[in-house]
């Protein structure tokens, strides 16, 4: 399947997003803040980015903007558990996010926006 890196401070975020998405057979490398997670694109490109918006050393806006300014190919998905307002994911859209996600989120709701980003 596909190659996916998972950028996101939250450690339990990074398990369960693993989970979900190794059991569809992609294949997960998780970085557990913005500047580890444009390391490790820029040495292996990965077929797809889900990032949280709100970390520490490089935000996912950050992250957002420079995969997709360097790599006009790159995939984002962007998402946040910030609560009460869009601003956050219109913002990330407007970075180059191919897709937002407002936390906490179900596995298929996970697994239906990795298959339409991947396929798109």
């Given at each position: ?57 490089r ?51 996970i ?10």
């Amino acid at each position: 399947m596909a190659s996916i890196l998972i950028v996101d401070d939250d450690a339990p975020i990074r398990t369960v997003l693993r989970a979900i998405l190794e059991e569809d057979g992609h294949q997960i490398r998780e970085a557990a803040n913005g500047q580890i997670g444009l390391t490790l694109y820029r040495e292996a490109p990965a077929d797809l980015v889900i990032t949280d918006i709100l970390m520490p050393e490089r935000d996912g806006m950050e992250v957002t903007l420079a995969l997709t300014q360097e790599f006009l190919d790159a995939r984002v998905i962007a998402m946040t558990g910030a609560t009460g307002d869009q601003n956050f994911l219109n913002v990330a859209k407007l970075f180059g996010a191919r897709r937002v996600i407002q936390k906490p989120f179900t596995p298929d709701v996970i697994r239906r926006v990795v298959r339409f980003t991947l396929e798109h």
